[in-house]
């Protein structure tokens, strides 16, 4: 499985466009890329999957360049009840071990 | 539907009892798996299941046991508590395992034990 790299914590502002960075510079051909959110004391919740290029949804955008050694989950105007933990997961289809690495941890201030 | 139901909410232990975790899916997904959650860490995969019959280990299998009789239900067996068990456990279930396909959680156990 690939290694994921992705900042600890960050902050950001009720309606502002929050982009979340996950490294993965060791990403193999098979691999897709897929972000998770956690709210606290909850389990987490499917946001958003991906193999290049962008991907959007209703709740948000994932961008992946053509290297595809990093990826960006954008959330667009976000609000309070987006303070969360987001996981960004790499790995084949075939691979049933999911190593989740420390997430994210974003807070949205008022 | 239900989805992933995980009985009991919160536990609490002494050192060296035993005890179940229940988990029950109703989606008729053959990939189910449990993990424990530490503070401010990410969730640790203990064992998984491909389908009635079928466990694996995961990354920190010591000190638990599952057995899976049914697709619906896969139980995660604590046979001798530690405090080094205190944590969140949760169990999830998907359509098959692997990144691609979306796996569906549970709400958590919250053990702690003595």
């Known amino acids: 499985l690939a290694k994921t790299t992705q900042p600890i914590s960050m902050d950001s502002y009720e309606g502002q466009e929050v982009n979340i960075t996950c490294s993965h510079n060791?990403?193999?051909?098979?691999?897709?890329i897929t972000w998770y959110q956690q709210f606290p004391s909850q389990g987490p919740r499917f946001i958003i999957q991906?193999?290049?290029?962008?991907v959007t949804n209703e709740v948000a955008s994932l961008f992946i360049p053509a290297d595809r050694k990093s990826s960006t989950l954008s959330l667009p105007r976000v609000s309070l009840s987006d303070t969360a933990v987001y996981y960004c997961?790499?790995?084949?289809?075939?691979?049933?071990?999911?190593?989740w690495g420390a997430g994210t941890k974003l807070i949205i201030k008022p | 539907n239900a989805g992933v139901t995980q009985t009991p909410k919160f536990q609490v232990l002494k050192t060296g009892q035993s005890m179940t975790l229940q988990c029950a899916q109703d989606?008729?997904?053959?990939?189910m798996s449990w993990y424990r959650q530490d503070p401010g860490m990410g969730l640790r995969l203990i064992h998984y299941?491909?389908?009635?019959?079928?466990?694996d280990q995961g990354e920190v299998p010591n000190g638990y046991n599952v057995s899976r009789s049914t697709t619906e239900d896969f139980p995660l067996r604590l046979l001798s508590a530690a405090p080094s068990q205190t944590s969140v456990y949760f169990c999830?279930?998907?359509?098959?395992?692997?990144?691609?396909?979306?796996?569906?959680f549970g709400p958590g156990t919250r053990l702690t034990v003595l």
């Open positions: 999830a279930s998907s359509t098959r395992g692997g990144v691609r396909n979306e796996q569906f």
């Open positions: 989606m008729n997904h053959e990939y």
């Open positions: 299941s491909v389908g009635a019959g079928i466990t």
């Open positions: 060791n990403i193999a051909t098979n691999d897709y």
């Open positions: 991906g193999y290049k290029t962008k």
């Open positions: 997961l790499v790995g084949e289809d075939s691979n049933y071990q999911l190593i």
